[in-house]
């Protein structure tokens, strides 16, 4: 009687090409769905609530910062905190009103 495992690995020698390139297109699917795509679309809805941004608008920094919207400008944003005012850039702002960026 002949063992089974010279057998298998015999078989598994002659397998084509092709096999190897769908197993690569399949870990390059899974790594998309599972990485790319979420932080993309963690971005896109991190610009959304950045968009909507206006004057007014209680909001809290990277930093831990609270304060309420002054003045906006395209990549500044001066607000009010306490007796301060400070000027940040838009990108680090966190969280507008309820709004909480999926990027904090």
């Not at 057998?7 to 084509?16: H, I």
């Not at 096999?19 to 809805?45: E, Y």
Request: glycine share 10%; charged share 20%; aromatic share 4%.
């Amino acid at each position: 009687m002949t063992s089974l495992l010279p057998m298998l690995l015999a078989q598994g020698q002659g397998s084509p090409s092709w096999v190897f390139l769908v197993q690569i297109g399949l870990m390059a699917g899974i790594f998309w769905f599972l990485l790319i795509r979420p932080q993309s679309q963690a971005r896109k809805k991190h610009a959304a609530i950045l968009a909507q941004l206006k004057k007014g608008d209680d909001i809290t920094t990277a930093g831990g910062i609270i304060g309420k919207v002054k003045d906006v400008k395209e990549d500044r944003v001066t607000i009010e905190s306490g007796s301060a005012t400070l000027i940040v850039e838009r990108s680090r702002i966190v969280r507008v009103g309820e709004a909480v960026s999926p990027t904090a």
